[in-house]
């Protein structure tokens, strides 16, 4: 397979599928910031070799997506939403299942609750609740918000990007697990090289929500899988028991020792535990 271009909720938007299209379809959603890199080739394969037919695309100012002007993005949060349906209709997918890590995992609620028809299942890694409820959630940890607030970074400069974003996935990492710094350091170089303009990616940080009314998560009616790891710096492990809290019937996998994020070390789990919750 290769990559493909697509017209998707009127603008171009870069995809990949992996897999037979007469398999059921899951839509992979990754995070703010993040082109589809961050779902690996390989795991998608895996997922594909389980009979899945495996689609991930590029957000709107990542990869070889839409871009716009850094610091003035054109669109809304609602709009990264309708993105996502509009993925599957350029594919010719009535319905698929839906993982979403991060950011992607609240746009993957919200499409289940924009688009409940085009929702199988739900798939949601080291995510939080998408629209407030009425519960205390911790906040990230102090070397989390460190980092944050006192990292250096020349966003003109391909180089030094490259090197905060590996500091960058050294702390969601969580520390309690091995770090594999080279490994990351490639990632975030193709991530970097690949991109349309690998400036704008930050306007993610700048998209708003439109103020549309939305029903609470307690109606999403999607079978839905929660994984988290017990070391998620960014959203410690309360944020994904609180998500399998609010929607009914919802699973909670917690992932002992991972970060934030889709380690290598769970893919044989994580990917066990999607085609049986697809199934």
């Known amino acids: ?13 870069c995809s990949e599928p992996f897999g037979d299209p007469a398999d059921p379809a899951i839509l992979l959603v990754t995070g703010g910031g993040s082109s589809m890199l ?12 389980g009979g899945r037919f495996v689609l991930r695309y590029d957000h709107r100012d990542t990869g070889r997506s839409v871009t716009y002007e850094p610091g003035h993005p ?10 996502a349906a509009g993925v599957l209709d350029a594919y010719g997918i009535a319905a698929a299942h839906v993982a ?39 906040p990230p940890t102090s070397e989390f918000v460190e980092f944050v607030s006192t990292a250096a970074v020349d966003r003109s400069d391909a180089d030094s990007v490259v090197e905060y974003l590996v500091d960058y996935c050294r702390v969601l990492a969580g520390g309690q697990r091995p770090f594999d710094e ?40 999607a079978p839905t899988l929660v994984m988290h790891g017990t070391a998620d710096p960014m959203f410690p492990p309360a944020h994904g028991e609180a998500l399998a809290e609010e929607i009914p019937g919802a699973r909670l996998l917690l992932l002992k020792g991972a970060g934030h994020g889709v380690d ?16």
Request: net charge negative; hydrophobic share 45%; with cysteine.
């Open 74 to 83: 054109g669109y809304t949060g609602t709009d990264l939403v309708a993105d």
């Open 182 to 221: 080279n490994a990351l350091r490639e990632l975030a170089r193709r991530e970097v090289e690949r991109a349309m303009d690998f400036t704008a990616a930050r306007n993610h940080d700048l998209v708003d929500d439109d103020g549309r009314a939305r029903p609470p998560l307690s109606e999403i009616a």
């Open 38 to 49: 961050w779902w690996d080739e390989r795991f998608c394969r895996m997922l594909a070799d």
């Open 1 to 13: 397979m290769t990559e493909r271009m697509i017209e998707a909720n009127s603008v171009e938007l």
């Open 264 to 279: 290598p070390a769970d893919w044989d789990s994580i990917v066990r535990a999607i085609l049986e919750h697809t199934g």
């Open 100 to 138: 979403g890590v991060s950011m992607g995992g609240a746009l993957a609620q919200l499409l289940a609750l924009d688009f409940p028809d085009r929702v199988l299942s739900l798939v949601l890694i080291s995510t939080s609740l998408a629209l407030r409820a009425d519960r205390e959630l911790p």
